[in-house]
C-alpha cells in the first residue's frame, strides 16, 4: 500500500523566504504525486500535480516541486513566500488503476508566515 | 458551475443518532469521495465511488455507508453516532480525462460534526 510522509509539522518563514515543503511518499511503482493547500476553513485546492515527463512541474501561486525518484521524494518550493501563502499544505499519492482509485495524504505541514 | 457542495456545514449530534452528510457535484464528474480529517493526522479516506452504482471502502470505512444512485450525489450516512466521528468531513470528486488519468481532486468546503 502506498503512503506519504511529511516530516515537517509546522514551520515558520519571514515574508520574501524562500520555503521548502518535503514530502517523501512509498510506493512500488510510478507514482501519481500531488501537493493541496487548505486555507484556514477553507476546503482543499491543488496546487500542482506530476504525473509523468519532466521531474520539475509548475503549479499555481508561483509554486514548483520536484519528483526525485532515487529520493523517494516530491519536495515542494517557493522563492518567495507571501503572508498570503500561510496555510496547511498536504502531499498526496495516488494510485489510479481502474478499480482501484485511492489518493492518499500525508498528515500536513502548517506554515506561518511572519513579517 | 456550483462545484462540489456540501451539506449541512455544521451538525451537533447526540450519541447513537443517525444522520446522512449530503455531497452534490455539478461537473458531470465520475469519481467521487469523502475523507475525514482530524488534527495530526492529516485526510482520510472512507468511503469512493467511481461511478454511478459503484462503491468501495477506504481507510476508514467503519461506522459509514455511502450509495451512489445517481452521477450527482454521493451521501455518506452515519448509522450510530459515537464521539470518535466527531470530525471534519470533505467530500471531493474528479473527471478521469483519457489522456490524464491523474484524478485532480476537487474538493467541497467540509462539514464541520461535533458527537457529544
Known amino acids: 500500500a502506498q503512503s506519504v510522509t511529511q516530516p515537517d509539522i509546522h514551520i515558520t518563514v519571514s515574508e520574501g523566504a524562500s520555503l521548502e515543503l518535503r514530502c517523501n511518499y512509498s510506493?512500488?511503482?510510478?507514482?501519481?504525486l500531488f501537493w493541496y493547500v487548505q486555507s484556514p476553513g477553507q476546503g482543499l485546492q491543488l496546487l500542482l500535480k506530476?504525473?509523468?515527463?519532466?521531474?520539475l512541474v509548475q503549479g499555481i501561486k508561483g509554486f514548483e516541486a520536484e519528483f526525485k525518484r532515487s529520493q523517494s521524494s516530491f519536495n515542494l518550493r517557493k522563492p518567495s513566500v507571501h503572508w498570503s501563502d500561510a496555510a496547511e499544505y498536504f502531499c498526496a499519492v495516488g494510485v489510479f488503476n481502474f478499480g482501484n482509485e485511492k489518493l492518499t495524504f500525508g498528515t500536513g505541514t502548517r506554515l506561518t508566515i511572519i513579517p | 458551475n456550483a462545484g462540489v457542495t456540501q451539506t449541512p456545514k455544521f451538525q451537533v449530534l447526540k450519541t447513537g443518532q443517525s444522520m446522512t452528510l449530503q455531497c452534490a457535484q455539478d461537473m458531470n464528474h465520475e469519481y467521487m469521495s469523502w475523507y475525514r480529517q482530524d488534527p495530526g493526522m492529516g485526510l482520510r479516506l472512507i468511503h469512493y465511488s467511481v461511478g454511478a452504482g459503484i462503491t468501495d471502502q477506504g481507510e476508514v470505512p467503519n461506522g459509514y455507508n455511502v450509495s451512489r444512485s445517481t452521477t450527482e450525489d454521493f451521501p455518506l450516512r452515519l448509522l450510530s453516532a459515537a464521539p470518535s466521528q466527531t470530525s471534519v468531513y470533505f467530500c471531493?470528486?474528479?473527471?478521469?480525462?483519457?489522456?490524464?488519468?491523474?484524478?485532480?481532486?476537487?474538493f467541497g468546503p467540509g462539514t464541520r460534526l461535533t458527537v457529544t
Open positions: 471531493a470528486s474528479s473527471y478521469r480525462a483519457q489522456r490524464d488519468p491523474s484524478y485532480e481532486q476537487y
Open positions: 510506493y512500488g511503482a510510478t507514482p501519481y
Open positions: 506530476y504525473f509523468s515527463g519532466d521531474t
